[in-house]
């Protein structure tokens, strides 16, 4: 699996975040309403017993109108968002909040087992593998997964739409193996009306239909070889151009 490395909504009365970590072999999770606080001292709304983590360490807080702020209680070690060092920060969806050797992710989702369960495995070097799907999910870059046929990586394709910026977006699967070559760049850039042969209504092809969210290409080297620069070219420039169309268009998968 490769990649070089995933919005938030207006916040509202209604709207919960959580917090989530590893504890062992399991994880833990805490809903945030209004207000919570982290570190050693008793007192915190989550207690981390770990010599890294002050006493007082780092809070979060709902302000209307605002969003979420996490804030950092002059701790002795720091608090780091994202990799940076912060005092007072806005967190967006599925932030990385780092303290000592501690990872909290936030979100505005309530995180369920699934994500749990499908990252982990008996084999120490895939389980490390897998570790690394949440930074992948936040990341805007494409993501190869390679491996044989039944390995899971469309249930890895799934997981990574649905813990990135884009899950409210949807979530566009094409089996290339299983496209006539002839229509296969109808498939995916779409056609106008009378472009060919019984194209009777213009069609927005894969890559609209997926706009804003992601596109899963399952068995992409099974592409007849003419069509893969045109899909290069939409994968770097995010634009394509329907087949008899003279205009390309802007995408976002």
């Known amino acids: 699996m490769l990649t070089q490395k995933l919005h938030t909504k207006k916040e509202n009365k209604q709207t919960y975040g959580f ?10 999770q805490r809903e945030i309403k209004s207000f919570i606080s982290l570190g050693r001292g008793g007192e915190n709304v989550i207690v981390i017993d770990d010599t890294c983590i002050s006493r007082r360490h780092f809070r ?10 996490l804030q950092d209680m002059d701790s002795r070690n720091g608090t780091f968002l994202n990799g940076s060092r912060v005092f007072k920060a806005l967190l967006k969806n599925n932030d990385r909040i780092q303290v000592g050797q501690r990872e909290f ?7 369920d087992n699934h994500w749990s369960i499908h990252t982990k495995s ?45 899950s409210k977006g949807p979530m566009i699967s094409i089996n290339c193996s299983a ?11 779409g056609h ?11 069609r927005k092809g894969a890559f609209m239909a997926a706009k804003g969210g992601s596109l899963f290409l399952d068995e992409i ?23 008899g169309s003279d205009y390309a268009t802007k995408t976002d998968v």
């Open 19 to 28: 917090l989530r970590w590893s504890e062992d072999s399991h994880t833990e």
């Open 122 to 166: 008996k084999n120490p070097e895939w389980s490390q593998q897998l570790k690394n799907l949440p930074n992948m999910a936040r990341s805007n870059m494409p993501i190869l997964i390679t491996g044989p046929s039944g390995t899971g990586k469309e249930m890895l394709a799934k997981l990574i739409h649905r813990y990135s910026h884009r």
């Open 179 to 189: 496209l006539s070559e002839s229509l296969i760049e109808s498939e995916f850039f």
């Open 60 to 69: 979060i807080q709902k302000k209307d109108n605002e969003g979420f702020i």
């Open 192 to 202: 106008i009306k009378g472009s060919y042969t019984g194209a009777l209504n213009n």
């Open 105 to 111: 992710i936030f979100s505005f989702e309530r995180f």
């Open 221 to 243: 080297g099974d592409l007849p070889l003419h069509l893969q620069p045109k899909l290069l070219r939409a994968l770097e420039s995010q634009e394509i151009k329907a087949v």
